[in-house]
């Protein structure tokens, strides 16, 4: 019996060609007005999630695929 991926977290991260997570920033949604120009351009970079064997087999088993 294998493991069911969670395919919420799955939809939220890409990954790369040499098999990084990348996923955006968390936080962006509203409030971008107030915040200063610098603070909102770094909201739209992603991020690498580093994470370990254990997480990743049962967060993205199929996904890696």
């Known amino acids: 019996m294998s493991i069911k991926t969670n395919k919420a977290f ?3 991260v ?3 060609r040499t098999g990084k997570v990348v ?3 968390a936080g962006q ?5 107030k915040a200063d ?3 909102q351009m ?6 690498n999630l580093s994470l370990s ?3 990743s087999q049962r967060y993205i088993t199929t ?3």
Not at 29 to 33: D, K
Not at 42 to 47: T, V
């Open 10 to 12: 799955t939809k939220r």
């Open 14 to 16: 890409k990954i790369t």
């Open 23 to 25: 996923a955006r920033k």
């Open 29 to 33: 949604n509203h409030f971008n007005a």
């Open 37 to 39: 120009r610098s603070a």
């Open 42 to 47: 770094d909201k739209r970079r992603s991020q």
């Open 53 to 55: 064997k254990k997480v």
């Open 63 to 65: 996904a890696s695929k």
